[in-house]
């Protein structure tokens, strides 16, 4: 099993707030790995610390390290637009652009500097039809994305970050704001994505973790308590702790 | 506390009150356009509109006037949109908050408030005189342009800070500079009320009388260039009146300034929502 | 900090399933004893009780099934819960098992209740009854208040049924050549020998699903 990022006892900090008090875990390549844990326990920090989502933010710091392939992502020579490129991310709320649905899919190649129409075309395409959207929407590419539902817009979304083929999808309860149906549709997709990308996603659905992941880590107090195999944290977790929040007795 | 009037009722008779309140404002502001075109419209004609006037304005038209508040509106928008918007984005996207930033927007704010004849001296003094342009099209309409700055500035700020959080953090979630992301997210989605800023600064402009009166000139002919002076609509209709060279041409001239700035005004608000509600989905 | 909070409705399902357990696994030991005791003493009201009680454990039995699938669908349990609930199925279908067999006891019973069954085989019998007695009880004990160590006595306890059911055997089949007209009723000697050996295999089982539901292994 080879693990596309490192996370070697990341800490973090906002001014002198310390949320992450030293994490460490591997992720496994084209896996899905689950993050589990209470609300304000640093699992959004996390995961924004790993696309540098964090670096707008002029009071935070991090310290350990953090590779991807390899490669420190914090390091001084490392372009953040290219790691951003890389590390894909889908949000909690789906917050496609006020632009057509076409121009949506687009945006992150033409950003990227493609200008082509044919090649554009052809990406859009493939994208969508990757993200179980195609069908949906292929009628009426020139209509607004904020046309679309709830759960269509948050398949746009993963449409658009999988046009700009990054190696790892960071995905922020992307289902938190989607009916049942809809969220059946994301874990479907889910499913399908990993043959192709390495997917880290932050949920409270603890049945959507044991659904969707082959990996677990439960986040408390900006440690990881515990992590390994889902099947196995969920049926004979070995910390106290874990078993409580995932028997829903705190949390 | 004693209730006199039972809720009810109270509700009830707040209702009337508000709606008598907005009828009201609404009465006024069709009065006065009212009156406007009454009185004024039946001077308008095409002769009216695409003649020299005779006289000062004292009989013939108006063309000299029309042309030159079309020049000196564009030069003043060439000058004043860029740069409000500018520093529109400076502010809310890249600034920060510290002493710097603060001083601009305390400066922004007391030149929103300074009185136009001000403003008109400034250009005679700075413009006209220092830089020796003497009274032009455009002294007038870089004076115009200082007045548009604040209000686009203010307005495109407010515009351009209430694009969602969640549009920047997907656009840079995807690979792409602040740069690209205000060019390619931010401007699109504030674009509304931008355009809303700049037909402000523009409404201001192009009815400004003071701050031209002593920058523009008064030459009743057709400008070509920048540098020949200018007899804007509401310099002319100012002259007319106060003068009273020809009350009649007066309401003429106010009865075409009104029309111009209605058109300007819905025409742009119809594109900006249309381009909204196309981008919105709705 | 997280704060704890209780899950109310949940933990009372939870209760309720060890309540019934518990109540379902009285049941089955009372149905037990009562059947053991008509074979020394028969009693046509006991015989009666033994079958009603074997009825009635039969129910129970669905009525445990359906709450759990309930808890399940409504509760989405996980590690531990969800491991005592899928324990509980697999006990309650022992106990539904252990209470049948009692049921089969008293059909033995019946059978022999006029017959003079020698001495020797008798005793091996009643030594096998008191021993899977204290096995079911022990199970019960063990699954209820998670014991691991009474699950592992049970083991031994099994191996010591085996002994004596191997030895039942034999003294039986020595009477049956003894003496050919016992045969037709030592015949159910042999079975009653057989239903307490499946007793105790049931109640070692009952051990061992306490230990896996405790540590996930196979004991």
Redesign the interface.
Known sequence: MENIMQIKDLKTYFDNTNVLKGVTIDIPKHEVTSIIG?SG?GKSVFLRTLNRMNDVISTFRKEGTILLDGEDIYDSKVDVVDIRKRVGMVFQKPNPFPKSIFENVAYGMRVHGAYKKAQLQEVVESSLKNAALWDEVKDDLDKSAMSLSGGQQQRLCIARTIAVEPEVILMDEPCSSLDPISTTKIEDLIHKLKNDFTIIIVTHN??QA?RVSKYTAFF??GTIVEKGLTDKI????EDKR?????????? | MNRMIPPKYAQKIMNVVFWAVGILAIAILVMVIGYLLYVGLPQVNLTFLFSDPIDNGAAGGIWPSIVSTFYITIVALVVAAPLGVLAAVYLAEYSGENTFVKTIRFATETLASVPSIVFGLFGLAFFVVYLQMGFCILAGGLTLALMAIPTILRTSEVAIETVPQSYKEGSMALGSSKWQTVIRVVIPAAIGGITTGIILGMARAIEETAAILYTVGATTTVPVSLFDGGDPLPLHLYTLATEGISLPNAYGTAAVLVILILVITFSTNYLVERYTKKMMGR | ???????TS?NERLNELKDDMGDMGDSTLIAYKDAISTLFNYDEELVKKVTETGEKINKMSYLLENKSMSTIAAE????????FIESSLKVESHLKRIGNLAVNIVEVARHLKDEDVPEKPMNDIKKMAYLVEKMVSKSLDSFLNENMDLSRELHQEDDEIDDLFDKALKDITQTMFEDKDAINYMVYLIFLARFLERIADRAESIGDRTIFMIT?EKP
């Not at chain 1, 874990?242 to 949390?251: A, H, K, P, S």
Request: proline share 11%; hydrophobic share 30%; glycine share 6%.
């Open positions: 209470p326990t603890m049945q044991t408390l107090n969920f049926i004979e977790p874990t078993e409580d929040y995932i028997t829903g007795r705190f949390g | 900090m997280a704060k704890k909070h209780p899950r949940f989405q349990p996980v590690a531990k819960d969800l491991r996930c």
